[in-house]
């Protein structure tokens, strides 16, 4: 459980970490100005029990190819990534296509913390302390027509700020892409994030907006969002298109699905001694599970 007051303590933070990314203060000024930030953070039974990773392991060791492949590329390669504003597209398949600033989108939404396990495909975790909103609220802002079967989400190309898209070969496609089904993205356990550990979210960890599905691998958590499609088709997801024998678009963790290099049963815990065991759908069967009834995860992993 975590008390209104350590609640106010993490507000203050937050405040006082106006300075850095230029994207941050309004973020800082949206979360103040709601009442209702931190109140679903019992909203997951396990949530309570999680031990969150140290913040400098989650903020050193990433994946965000954009900035390089090396684990510790993103933070040392993102030091100059300060973007003075963040417009977001969603379009496609929506009665109320929008155009819009982030900050001006995070007016219309709900800031919520949500603890949550994060497992890569690279059999490691981390449980990371996420600031953020259901992606269902977004939805319903644009409305998707009846046609709109999956939502599809596209990195910003800009090799200014990314400097690995300037690289003529590359082992992915970039921008990267990532796409969720209707119903998956409609679950209230995926958010789009916007900070962690009680504060804006770093260049490392995909500023300024990224998304968050806990029950699948991280790859799926797309980093440093522009643009979001609601289609009639499903989408190939970047690690898809590379190399679609290892790397499927549901991405559902999964300890009886070996990737045909490794086995999932057992993860690496960062900052910790040993490994555990990788729980199926990563803990979160309970509230996703009815997701996947009739599906094969052998065939669909
Ligand atoms: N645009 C983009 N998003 C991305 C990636 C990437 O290379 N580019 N890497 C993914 C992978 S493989 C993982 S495990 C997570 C890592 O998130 P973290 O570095 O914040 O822990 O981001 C995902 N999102
Ligand atoms: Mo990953």
Redesign the pocket.
């Known amino acids: 459980m975590i008390t209104p007051e350590e609640l106010f303590l993490q507000r203050r933070k937050f405040m006082k970490l106006g300075i850095g990314a230029s994207v941050a203060p309004f973020l800082i000024d949206s979360l103040m100005a709601q009442t209702s930030f931190g109140a679903p953070l019992d909203y997951l039974p396990q949530s309570s029990s999680l031990k969150p990773t140290k913040e400098e392991h989650?903020t050193s060791?990433?994946?965000?190819?954009?900035f390089g492949f090396g684990k510790n590329d993103?933070k040392a390669n993102s030091k100059h990534f300060a973007p003075s504003s963040w417009k977001i597209q969603i379009t496609g398949e929506v009665q109320n296509p929008m155009q819009i600033e982030l900050e001006d989108l995070l007016k219309k939404v709900k800031l919520v913390e949500r603890i949550y396990r994060?497992r890569?495909?690279?059999a490691w975790s981390?449980v990371?302390p996420w600031i953020g909103f259901e992606l269902r609220e977004l939805l319903s802002l644009v409305k998707p027509t009846a046609k709109a079967k999956y939502v599809k989400f596209t990195?910003l190309f800009d090799p200014s700020l990314f400097p690995a898209q300037k690289a003529l070969f590359s082992s992915?496609d970039f921008?990267?892409v990532?796409g969720l089904r209707l119903d998956e993205a409609n679950h209230p356990l995926s958010i789009l994030a916007v900070g962690m550990y009680g504060k804006t979210l770093l260049p490392?960890?995909?500023a300024p907006i990224?998304l968050v599905v806990p029950w699948k691998?991280?790859?799926?958590?797309?980093?440093?969002i522009a643009k979001i499609e609601l289609v009639s088709e499903r989408p190939i997801s970047?690690?898809e298109k590379q190399n679609p024998r290892e790397y499927g678009f549901y991405a559902n963790v999964n300890p009886d699905v070996p990737h045909p290099r490794w086995s999932q049963a057992s993860e690496r815990v960062i900052g910790e001694r040993g490994r555990q065991r990788t729980l199926y759908l990563n803990g979160y069967d309970k509230e996703v599970g009815y997701l996947y009834d009739g599906l094969n995860p052998k065939k669909l992993y």
């Open positions: 989650a060791y990433n994946n965000f190819y954009e993103p994060l890569c495909v690279e981390m990371i990195t992915i921008p990267y990532e490392q960890n995909g990224r691998y991280g790859f799926k958590y797309i980093k440093s970047t690690w």
